[in-house]
């Protein structure tokens, strides 16, 4: 009985997924034709910068992994990268530092990340942008009529809600960020919020937040999704877009808003060093002989355990390396206010406890929760958001046979 079950359930998981496929060409069909023009041929950029089509494959296999599908959608993959810079992108800048804009803007090599980074639609973004003034403004305002109902809004920083938001007025109109971003949220296709500032407030919103900084989800009422992170990967960002221009939705997200394929697993999980905390081999101080053979940091304050996301997969750099690689622990930097939460930044959370009965018990708890969560949503998520485009009527149906 038990293998047919099995045999069933993955007949079924097949099914959805070339339904998922079949729609997600027809999408890409679409937005083909009602996209602006690209200014840059995505292939011809490839070749510009010395990318092979084996290596366009290498990457688009891998991102077909951090998207969490299967190998079968591969060329929908790569489709939609060929789309990115057809996508119209506002790019907001609130209460921040710029070190999400830096993170996205410097590279070692050029890679495909990189390309479509540097080749996005990028209609306003006023650290990169050459205007300034009132002719910088115009440009905004005109970015959101001519791309009304498509482009994708970015923002980065939090919204100071002190003082009637005084603390934070932009422009010659002085307008306060929190009147901007309700008026360029209103009219976008979906709202991406890049680094932990826009997602949760972050150092802006830290014990005693005088300025009543606030994430952009709970300033203006929206749903947002979170790419947290100080800064974040931008691997997260441009697997979130592609997930958005194949099936016309964004990924389906964790409680916090946050994609399930970069945050649906704890640092702890994709450590190198898990063994070693298995093993109950610990540093106990900086460049002791524990440091030297790689062992557990969470002695020396590494919040792995605690933190939702991929970076021991993906790493930073062009995927060269990440903290806990180059020998500092994790300082959970993706969890909502980890600046009053995690600190002391380079010393354990007091009242948790190391081992089966303290850390694990408690944490993989949620985990557990999460991960069959991210197993069964991708696909649910995606199909769902798809039905929805074709009437109660057949979403009712799908409902009833999900039963």
Known sequence: MGGTNGSGNRRTVEKQYRELMEYCQVHLDQIEETLPEPRESFQEGLAARGISRREFVKWTSFITGVLMLPPMFRPMVARAAENFNRLPVIWLNFAECTGCSEAFLRSSYPNVDDILLDTISLEYHETLMAASGKQAEENFKKAMTDFEGQYILVFEGAIPEGMDGKYLRIGSEGKTSKEIGTEAASKA??????????????????????????????????????????????????????????????????????????????????CERRSHYDAGEYVEEWGDAGAKRGWCL?????????????????????????????????????????????????????????????????????????AGLTVAGVAAHAAASAIKRHGPEEETKKKAEKK
């Not at 622990?329 to 600190?343: S, V």
């Not at 930044?345 to 303290?358: C, M, N, R, T, Y």
Request: overall charge positive; some cysteine; glycine content about 12%.
């Open 189 to 270: 296709a979906a709202v991406i919020c890049i680094g932990s500032c826009s997602s949760f407030g972050n150092v802006q919103a830290a014990k005693p937040n005088p300025t009543d900084a606030k994430g952009i989800r709970e300033s203006l009422g929206i749903r947002t999704i979170n790419i947290a992170g100080c800064p974040p990967n931008p691997v997260n960002f441009v697997g979130t877009v592609l997930h958005f221009l194949m099936f016309g939705a964004l990924p389906p997200t964790d409680s916090l808003g946050r994609p399930l394929f970069a945050y649906g697993k704890r640092i702890h999980d994709y």
């Open 298 to 370: 969470y002695k020396m304050g590494c919040k792995g355990p605690y933190t939702y996301a991929n970076c021991g997969k993906v790493r930073y750099n062009d995927g060269t390396s990440w903290p806990i690689m180059g020998g500092h622990g994790c300082m959970g930097c993706y969890e909502p206010g980890f600046w009053d939460t995690m600190a002391p930044l380079e010393k354990p959370i007091s009242d948790q406890a190391i081992g089966v009965e303290g850390v694990e018990s408690k944490v993989n708890t949620v985990f557990a929760t999460l």
